[in-house]
């Protein structure tokens, strides 16, 4: 399964809203029902960490302002009001058809 | 609060081994399935094998299939990566991960 995700690159001024999208090259949907969708963020210098999983639900410590929709082989990650802590590469990650687990290319984004 | 602590990366020759360690806590490890990713430098997020929570299946990446094994001992809360046959294109941060929690990572650099 492929992952393409858009833009590659973002800037966003602080308080304003990001969107980053991530195609598949197959429905996501597994046989149990669900969509194995998942968001993480990588700060500058840090490890990833998941932020969204199985589309639309936020991890554990995620701020509300991250949120995820979409279905089938189309999904978004949204930002309602970027922080400068926000800033880093974001990548789309799918466990539905794995092996392998396969990672969108990253989308940075950049607070201005 | 789950964590995970990488150890064991360095500097190797071409054709030398490395045993990657993951050191579990915080959480129930036998529970889960464990997974090492990898992140060559200044590129996106590679997914490397998985492996079951009980150890009786592994999973890899085709490309390292042969050259990599992955182990855990569940008594130890510990999880293994043994890389033989290193090549330049496997210098990478090493992630530990179940990935609603992610290591650290330890650096692995294969040069002569």
């Known amino acids: 399964v492929v992952l393409t995700q858009s833009p590659l690159s973002l800037s966003v001024t602080l308080g304003q809203p990001a969107s980053i999208s991530c195609s598949s090259s197959?429905?996501?949907?597994?046989?149990?029902?669900?969509?194995?969708l998942d968001w993480l963020q990588q700060r500058p210098g840090q490890s990833p960490r998941r932020l969204i999983y199985?589309?639309?639900n936020r991890d554990s410590g995620v701020p509300d302002r991250f949120s995820g929709s979409g279905s089938g082989t189309d999904f978004t990650l949204r930002i309602n009001r970027v922080e400068a802590e926000d800033a880093g590469v974001y990548y789309c990650?799918?466990?539905?058809?794995?092996?392998?687990?396969?990672f969108g290319q990253g989308t940075k984004l950049e607070i201005k | 609060e789950a964590q995970l602590v990488e150890s064991g990366g360095g500097l190797v020759q071409p054709g030398g081994s490395l045993r990657l360690s993951c050191a579990a806590s915080?959480?129930?490890?036998?529970?889960?399935?464990m997974t090492w990713v990898r992140q060559a430098p200044g590129k996106g997020l590679e997914w490397v094998a998985t492996?079951?929570?009980?150890?009786?299946?592994?999973y890899f990446l085709d490309s390292l299939r042969g050259r990599f094994t992955i182990s855990r001992d569940n008594a130890k809360n510990s999880l293994y990566l043994q890389m033989n046959g290193l090549r330049a294109e496997d210098t990478a941060i090493y992630y530990c991960?179940?990935?609603?929690?992610w290591g650290q990572g330890t650096l692995v650099t294969v040069a002569s």
């Open positions: 991960t179940m990935f609603d929690c």
């Open positions: 915080g959480f129930i490890f036998s529970d889960y399935l």
């Open positions: 492996i079951k929570q009980d150890g009786s299946e592994e």
């Open positions: 197959q429905s996501l949907v597994s046989s149990d029902g669900n969509t194995y």
């Open positions: 199985k589309i639309s």
């Open positions: 990650m799918q466990g539905t058809y794995w092996p392998p687990y396969t």
